[in-house]
Structure formats: structure tokens, C-alpha cells
């Protein structure tokens, strides 16, 4: 029997404010363990949370970008569970009355577009980290993390593979990143997610039960959890055994989910409304603010990079889901008008670049303004673009704009037509055979000679002009023969 796959995510998002999300600690990662702390996001007893207007602000900014229905009445609620890195013994989150429902996304993947429902989002806080010492059996937790904002966001179980869910994942974080509301580090967690998958025999409507993937903190991983969890499930229910549901986590090193608990000792939350903070109201005048300060989201941008730009849809998608990608892409194109050219240029050597130097582009160290020079010296045939990629890197490696570089180094190149045919002549009297292969019908030989003198020239003469020259002298030596 063929079995299909159903994915649901559930997405957690740290908001990038400033201060915490019920006191006015501040959400900075990687400060000693316990500096970033005060007695709200303790829990210690008698204090009392206020809300931070911003984590609103945020939370509305993702509804509204994914079509959500606004809650113009939602509510925290206390999920009550005990473990250490929870200091209060309870979470608070929101629960029957979340502030955002009934959105959608539209991915594409194969090129079918897909709408993937996103049942809902809601403001929550983070809880503390806890580090386990493999020597000793001790365990050691940093509050810091306690009370940071989150925003969860829930889909429908609409993704049917691995692939799909990996889409949707990047999807959804080229979408905060857009918003600037969370930087999508999920090395650093602060852009993680669950992933619920079942399996039910194709062609059929009801869903089977599900297993819950935790502690997926990479792209791949999400991918390779989904597609262990394909077949540890396909093999039960060919045996005719039956799923449990259970959170299973995955294990990066064995490549492999094992289960971390079973529904038996899931938790019962005892969620209810919590007493310390008022229900949030949130009227037309907030939610048309939020709305029309939402800047212009991937999947328009991509669209109009294909029209406006005429790039390649598989570039302009790329660019369009980096915030600081376009903007550097639009940038450049500013001061150097051939968009098509630009976009080249950075797929390729900058992308490369920014790989090998382990940088992201915010920390390029060739700027848009030296990138967009150094494609206008291409352009006005001052520099080829062979010689061009090795300004580049030197551009990378010292800072230095690209006219310094081609000046200290002797880089311009040759267009100069005697010059150049006193080299070729001087190549085809130092191979007279190979010459005379040629005349003999070996045209394959031009490549060689066309070899030779850049190798001669250091890349610096201009290939077309070479070929040109090379061929008119040829010619002549056969009409001589
Ligand atoms: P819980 O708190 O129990 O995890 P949530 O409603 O927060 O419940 O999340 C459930 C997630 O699981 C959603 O993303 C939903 O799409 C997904 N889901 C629900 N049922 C199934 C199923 N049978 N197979 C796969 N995914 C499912
Ligand atoms: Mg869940
Ligand atoms: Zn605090």
C-alpha cells in the first residue's frame, strides 16, 4: 500500500524587541547566564507582569502579512507544567482566545503554487535554558531567556513531504526577517519548530495519528526528522501495527527520532484565563497603522523583480526572501542600471565570497557602491570579466575599490589592436606546427592559440578583440600558403 504524508508546523518566533515581554529586562543573546534578570521574570511572588506594547506590535505585523483575522479581543492564559528552566511553574501563554486565526501562505514548490492555512498565531514567553554538565550529574540554568517574547505560529496540516515543510519553513523566515521582528537564527533558537506528521494510504481522507518531532534546530534537520519519521511509520503500519502519539526528538548524530514521551504522560496544562494581566483589545485605528507601516513581502518582491528587472524567477525568488539580499541588489542596480548583469554578479562571485568568508551579506566587506563600479569597468571594457573576478576577490580581501586595485596591479585591459597583433604574431611564430595543423582543418587549434596569448597578456586582452585579430592574420597566412 502507498501511504501519504501530512505535516503540520508549529513555529516558534523570538521577537526582536528591545526589553521582555512582561518586564523591562533586556532580550540581548549571549550575556553571562542570570544578568539579564529582575523578580517579574524570576516569578518570584508578589510581582506583577505588564505587557509590552511592542510584542503587539509585532505579533500584529506577522498576522496581518500572513492574512490572519484579528482578534479584536484575546487574552493570556497560565499553561502550568513544572521543570526548572520555568521559574514560575507556569508559562504564560494564550490558549482559547489567541490573538490572530484563519491565516494562509502561498508557497511554491515544483512550480505549483500552494496555499498552506495557518490556523493560528499567539504571543507567548519564552522560557529559561537549561545546560546539563556531561561530567558531573549537575545541571545549570540561565534565566536570561526567561520572559523574552515569542510568537507561535501554527499551521494546518496542509504540507504533504519533507520538501513542501522545508518551503514552508523558509518561507515563513524569509517573512519575519522581512518584518524585522525576528532575526530567523535557528542556530541560535531563535526561530524553531515542531513538526507534527502522520500518514494515511493515499487516496484517502481521514488522517491518521500523528507524532510530534521536537528539538529540530536546522533546515536539514526538519527535512531528514520528517523523512526518518516517513519510514519508521510506513514500516509500522505495513505490519499492520498501529502509531502511537507521542513527542518523539530527533537525534542529529544516530540521524534517527526516538520517543520522549507518549500521550500517557502528556501534560495536562490546566490552562486557564491569567488574573495578573487584561484581556488585550485591539481596535480598527492599531490594526491600520500596523497595516499600512508592512513593508513590501517576498513573494510581491520577487514578482516584481521578474517585471520590473526581467531577472530569472528562481534569482529573483532568492533575492526577494533576503531583506538585505534585495536591498543590496536594488542598490546596486541604482548606480549601475544592468539589473540582469547585477543579479550575476552576486549569485555568483559575491554569494561565493560571502561562503568562503563565512559572512552573511549585512558583513560584506565589498560594498554595493564598489560592486556596482567594478561592473561598470567591466562594461566600458576596461577590465574583462576573467580579470574582473580576480579584482573582486583582492576587493574582498583588502577593502581596497576596484580602480586602486586595477591600477596597482597593471590589470587594464589591452585594446589596443597593434599591441595585441604584435603578441598574436609573435604566438604563431613560436607554433608554426600547430599552425599548420590549423590551416590543415584542425579548427579546434584556435581555442589553444586564443590560450596562449591571454596567458601571454596575464587575461588582459580582451577575448573578442583577440579572436578577431587572430583570425584576419590566420586568414591571411592561408591566402599566403
Ligand atoms: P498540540 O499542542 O497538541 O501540539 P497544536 O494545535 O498546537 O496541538 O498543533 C498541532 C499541529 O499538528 C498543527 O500544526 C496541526 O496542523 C498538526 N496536526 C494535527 N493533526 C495532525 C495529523 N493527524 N497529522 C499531522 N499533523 C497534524
Ligand atoms: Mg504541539
Ligand atoms: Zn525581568
Not at 21 to 48: D, K, Q, R, Y
Not at 188 to 215: H, M, V, W, Y
Not at 264 to 275: I, S, V
Not at 403 to 416: A, H, P, S, Y
Request: net charge positive; with cysteine; aromatic share 8%.
Amino acid at each position: 500500500m502507498k501511504f501519504e504524508p501530512v505535516i503540520g508546523l508549529e513555529i516558534h518566533a523570538q521577537l526582536k524587541t528591545r526589553t521582555k515581554i512582561f518586564c523591562g529586562c533586556s532580550t540581548e543573546f549571549g550575556a553571562p547566564p542570570n544578568t539579564h534578570t529582575c523578580p517579574v521574570c524570576l516569578g518570584m511572588p508578589g510581582v506583577l507582569p505588564v505587557l509590552n506594547k511592542k510584542v503587539v506590535d509585532f505579533t500584529l505585523r506577522m498576522a496581518l502579512a500572513v492574512d490572519c483575522d484579528i482578534k479584536r479581543y484575546s487574552r493570556f492564559a497560565r499553561k502550568n507544567y513544572f521543570y526548572p528552566d520555568l521559574p514560575k511553574g507556569y508559562q504564560i501563554s494564550q490558549y482559547e482566545l489567541p490573538v490572530a486565526v484563519n491565516g494562509h501562505i502561498i508557497i511554491e514548490v515544483n512550480q505549483k503554487k500552494m496555499r498552506i492555512g495557518i490556523t493560528r498565531i499567539h504571543m507567548e514567553e519564552d522560557a529559561g535554558k537549561l545546560t546539563h554538565d556531561p561530567a558531573r550529574p549537575v545541571s545549570m540554568v540561565d534565566f536570561n531567556r526567561t520572559g523574552v517574547p515569542l510568537i507561535e505560529i501554527v499551521s494546518e496540516p496542509d504540507l504533504r513531504s519533507p520538501a513542501e515543510a522545508g518551503v514552508y519553513l523558509r518561507h515563513l523566515r524569509s517573512i519575519v526577517r522581512c518584518l524585522e521582528i525576528c532575526d530567523g537564527n535557528m542556530e541560535q533558537g531563535s526561530f524553531r519548530c515542531d513538526a507534527n506528521i502522520s500518514l494515511r494510504p493515499e487516496g484517502t481522507e481521514n488522517f491518521g495519528t500523528r507524532a510530534e518531532l521536537k528539538n529540530l534546530n536546522s533546515f536539514k534537520h526538519v527535512e531528514k526528522a520528517l523523512r526518518y519519521e516517513i519510514n519508521r511509520q510506513k514500516d509500522i503500519l505495513t505490519d499492520n501495527g498501529s502509531i502511537v502519539q507521542e513527542t518523539r526528538l530527533w537525534d542529529p548524530v544516530k540521524n534517527r527520532t526516538f520517543s520522549m514521551r507518549g500521550k500517557e504522560d502528556a501534560h495536562d496544562y490546566r490552562y486557564f484565563p491569567d488574573p495578573d494581566l487584561l484581556p488585550i483589545v485591539i481596535d480598527d485605528p492599531w490594526v491600520m497603522t500596523v497595516k499600512s507601516n508592512l513593508p513590501e513581502l517576498p513573494e510581491a518582491k520577487k514578482d516584481r523583480f521578474v517585471q520590473t528587472y526581467e531577472l530569472p524567477v528562481e534569482e529573483a525568488g532568492y533575492l526577494a526572501a533576503d531583506r538585505d539580499l534585495s536591498d543590496y541588489f536594488e542598490a546596486c542596480v541604482k548606480l549601475f542600471p544592468k539589473p540582469r548583469m547585477v543579479c550575476h554578479w552576486m549569485m555568483g562571485p559575491l554569494l561565493g565570497m560571502l561562503k568562503s568568508h563565512g559572512k552573511n551579506i549585512a558583513e560584506t566587506p565589498v560594498s554595493h557602491q564598489d560592486v556596482a563600479e567594478l561592473l561598470n569597468l567591466v562594461d566600458q571594457k576596461v577590465i574583462s570579466q576573467k580579470i574582473a573576478k580576480i579584482v573582486f576577490e583582492e576587493m574582498a580581501l583588502t577593502g581596497k575599490p576596484a580602480n586602486t586595485i586595477i591600477k596597482e596591479k597593471g590589470l587594464v585591459q589591452i585594446q589596443d589592436t597593434t599591441t595585441l597583433e604584435t603578441i598574436i604574431k609573435k604566438v604563431l611564430s613560436e607554433n608554426k606546427r600547430e599552425v599548420e595543423d590549423y590551416l590543415n582543418g584542425k579548427t579546434k587549434l584556435i581555442g589553444f592559440f586564443v590560450g596562449q596569448i591571454m596567458t601571454r597578456t596575464k587575461g588582459r586582452a580582451d577575448p573578442r578583440l583577440v579572436n578577431k585579430i587572430l583570425k584576419n592574420i590566420i586568414d591571411i597566412n592561408k591566402n599566403n600558403k
